[in-house]
């Protein structure tokens, strides 16, 4: 990316403490999902936002349908964004798809984060032999088709599935940075996500991890959050939160804050 990374992807610090935290958010939102969050953590840590190059906050052209095929350049970005800060600690944040972004960039750069803290993270969406991700691979033909036909009308009904939680403003929140994006780079984003298979990286991971898994996700089983506790190669802690939905910092945010709060301070 010939350009200012930090400009380009909407790069802000805030915060007053000296523990540095990143908040990388995930598929169909910005950094501005965590205004719910920020509020408790503010004054403890400082903490380093930025938006995904495929989030409707970005300008659209600076998404490149050559390099952003898999998640590694996504894992580019965000190490490049660390380095230009002059950031050699921080605990990671990530959710959803940048959850797996945070396993890869820390099997790259282990020295790099002291925690990682994944919320509704999947390696593998698509089920397989001895492995349920949650999808078939028809039903995401579906939704890949869905998104293609009539992406307004898919938006409207994905949103309040993916939130869940009987939370108005929450699908409110989701469905206009979802609308945001422009149609063809969520569903190129879609493809490469659903697509994805980072089972065999888990093992590589030796930085320690919380887990925290939704009771009930569609996006995300907690059978997933189970093999990720099982598979990872560092220490590692799972918390469920008794609450429904992939998107807990829109849905249910200060039930996340407390769980967040005691997997950072660890």
Request: charged letters at 20%.
């Amino acid at each position: 990316m010939g350009i200012n990374l930090l400009e380009a992807l909407n790069v802000r610090v805030v915060g007053n403490g000296e523990k540095v935290v990143v908040f990388a958010h995930g598929f169909g939102t910005d950094q501005s999902a965590w205004q719910r969050i920020l509020p408790y953590f503010l004054p403890n840590y400082r903490i380093v936002l930025y938006d995904l190059v495929c989030a409707g906050s970005v300008n659209p052209d600076y998404f490149d349908f050559r390099r952003y095929t898999n998640l590694d350049a996504y894992v580019d970005d965000v190490l490049q964004i660390l380095d230009a800060l002059g950031i050699e600690k921080c605990a990671y944040v990530g959710h959803s798809v940048s959850a797996m972004i945070g396993i890869i960039a820390s099997i790259r750069r282990p020295e790099l984060f002291t925690k990682l803290v994944l919320i509704g993270a999947s390696p593998r969406f698509l089920n397989d032999v001895d492995y349920h991700g949650g999808f078939e691979r028809g039903e995401i033909e579906t939704v890949f088709a869905a998104m293609e036909s009539n992406y307004a009308a898919w938006v409207s009904g994905f949103a309040p599935l993916a939130v869940g939680a009987d939370v108005p403003a929450a699908v409110r929140e989701f469905s206009r940075t979802l609308f945001n994006m422009r149609p063809d780079i969520s569903l190129f984003v879609c493809r490469t996500v659903f697509n994805s298979d980072l089972r065999s990286l888990l093992g590589f991971v030796k930085v320690p991890c919380c887990i925290i898994q939704s009771a009930k996700d569609v996006s995300v089983p907690v059978e997933v959050a189970m093999y990720l506790q099982t598979h990872l190669g560092g220490r590692n802690t799972v918390e469920i939160l008794h609450t429904e939905g992939h998107l807990p910092h829109l849905s249910a945010p200060a039930l996340l804050v407390t769980v967040l709060r005691r997997a950072l301070s660890r």
